[in-house]
């Protein structure tokens, strides 16, 4: 076997047989999708119906290993090298793809500092050998919608919440939005649904873009389109009226999404007379739950250990009645209750959770809490690019990053 061969800087070697040394054995053709690699022997490596992961053994100075592309299918199943236990390729433990068509590459173990090195190539261009792609986690929550506002407003629904595992090439930015959370609907003398919260969303080149859309506002206690809750990632929560129809929740996963992103808001009660019970904001994990005598609690989030440890995030928001107790209490992961009497309770910052509804004429609408995104990356493969000033911490095996704002991660 012989071509035209040129070292990592791209000099021609001129026409060489790779057998000249007499130091290579090689071996027959493997079709597998893994192999364990030898001191001393070459492989050529047909990937025409799979990719391979071959596993480099543990070297010493001088060893080598030649493989090379049978068939030219390399570009379209790339051969995966991987380090034997604590041994390193090029100087560090990730794995590293021969993706060119027709490539091939002689590799030296040099020493335990560097480990393997890619001595010679074929059609490599300057470097035989690219770091392979790598899985990260999202965890991507938009804005908490607000509360209704004036004397009954319905809890506001959840931020939609979405996850995502995705297998990322090097040098790819990764641009994160991180959306707002609502504000609440404002009291007398102008009672208001509250605003939807704001989108969050992770995109960059060959990543599958991941968009959560804001919770629906709460119902405010007027003629519709206000007394019902406002559609979003979760609904808000609808209006107990008098002398007109209930108002209705509004729908969760809005924009459809699959799997689904959040649930619908509760529906009002009013049965006549006093308290005017308002529905619940619905949550990532629950429906906003509907009022009966007494306003609906908001539907529950969903707990995810992104980081490490369970946390429940994108709870929606409690609904309210005129004055008194009980109220409708939030949804576990950051919902915020409806009030006894003035302003509801606020979602909790960075869970996307709705707020709470206002009790009481000058009372406003608790405003949604923050979204938040999440990523978490081998820490091996941990670039440290970002910008936005995110969290960063360690749990196990992986690096996360915590995005409480606009910003960006580049592999």
């Not at 059609?123 to 690219?130: K, P, R, S, V, Y």
């Not at 607000?146 to 790819?172: E, I, K, L, N």
């Not at 519709?224 to 559609?231: F, M």
Request: overall charge negative.
């Amino acid at each position: 076997m012989s071509g035209k061969i040129t070292d990592n800087l791209g000099r021609s070697s001129g026409l060489v047989k790779a057998a000249s040394s007499g130091a290579i054995e090689w071996q027959s053709v493997v079709t597998a999708s893994t192999m364990t690699a030898e001191a001393g022997k070459g492989y050529p490596i047909n990937t025409t119906s799979n990719a391979c992961t071959v596993t480099l053994p543990a070297g010493s100075a001088g060893n080598q290993v030649q493989l090379v592309d049978y068939a030219a299918t390399w570009d379209s199943n790339a051969v995966t090298l991987t380090a034997n236990g604590s041994e390193k390729i090029e100087g560090a433990t990730l794995d590293l793809v021969l993706k060119a068509e027709r490539s091939g590459v002689t590799l030296t173990y040099v020493d335990s500092t560097q480990g393997w090195l890619a001595t010679l190539g074929i059609n490599e261009g300057t470097d035989a050998l690219t770091p392979a792609p790598y899985s990260i986690d999202f965890l991507v929550i938009a804005g908490g919608a607000g509360g209704g506002g004036c004397d009954h407003g319905g809890g506001g629904g959840a931020g939609g919440y979405r996850t995502s595992t995705q297998s990322m090439a090097t040098g790819v930015a990764i641009t994160v939005t991180v959306g707002g959370g609502g504000a609440g609907g404002v009291g007398s003398p102008g009672p208001s649904r509250g605003t939807n919260g704001g989108t969050s969303s992770i995109s960059g080149t060959g990543l599958t873009t991941i968009t959560s859309a804001g919770g629906g506002g709460g119902a405010g206690n007027l003629a519709a389109p206000e007394r019902d809750g406002a559609d979003g990632g979760s609904g808000g929560g609808g209006a107990g009226m008098s002398g007109q129809p209930n108002g209705v929740g509004g729908s969760g996963n809005t924009p459809s999404t699959s799997p689904s992103q959040g649930n619908d808001g509760g529906d009002g009660n009013y049965t006549g007379g006093s308290p005017y019970p308002t529905g619940g904001g619905g949550g990532a994990g629950a429906v906003g739950a509907d009022a009966s005598s007494n306003p609906g609690n908001g539907g529950a989030g969903t707990a995810s250990s992104i980081t490490g440890s369970s946390v429940t995030r994108a709870g929606g928001g409690g609904g309210s009645k005129t004055g008194g107790t009980p109220q409708g209490s939030g949804g576990a992961g950051g919902g915020g209750a409806g009030a006894t009497g003035g302003a509801g309770t606020a979602g909790t910052a960075n869970t996307g959770g709705g707020g709470g509804g206002s009790s009481g004429d000058t009372g406003g609408g608790g405003a949604g809490g923050t979204g938040v995104v999440i990523l978490s990356v081998p820490t091996a493969s941990y670039s440290s690019t970002t910008s936005g000033s995110p969290t960063v911490s360690t749990s196990g095996a992986n690096t996360i990053m915590i995005f409480t704002g606009s910003g960006s991660y580049t592999t």
